[in-house]
């Protein structure tokens, strides 16, 4: 089992940068996978950014360019740095681990963090 506790998140301009933090309960080297995914009010949880345990990085096209992905393993803790935000990036933001049992993946998911983009 994997508890995830996220923090960072907040009201920024547009334009702005925001990082948010993810520290996982146990060691992230134990994680097939992180990543980051987003849900803005009516609308479905979407894909922000992934990061495998081989450090494969995949990112939406929406957030590419400005979203970084990266993780401190010393601290069990994966990061999502936000930069030149935009009003759309406005959504509450959660981090995701999926650990490998056997053949079956389980899915972990932290509290969520809003982000408003707004001037």
């Known amino acids: 089992q994997v508890q995830l506790v996220e923090s960072g998140g907040g009201l920024v301009q547009p334009g702005g940068s925001l990082r948010l933090s993810c520290a996982a309960s146990?060691?992230?080297?134990?994680?097939?996978?992180m990543g980051w995914y987003r849900q803005a009010p009516g609308k479905q949880r979407e894909l922000v950014a992934t990061l495998t345990v081989n450090e494969t990085t995949n990112y939406s096209d929406s957030v590419k360019g400005r979203f970084t992905i990266s993780t401190d393993n010393a601290k069990n803790t994966m990061y999502l740095q936000m930069n030149s935000l935009k009003p759309e990036d406005t959504a509450v933001y959660y981090c995701?681990?999926?650990?490998?049992?056997?053949?079956?993946?389980?899915?972990?998911w932290g509290q969520g963090s809003q982000v408003t983009v707004s001037s």
């Open positions: 146990r060691s992230i080297f134990s994680i097939a996978a």
């Open positions: 995701n681990a999926k650990v490998l049992v056997g053949t079956v993946i389980l899915n972990y």
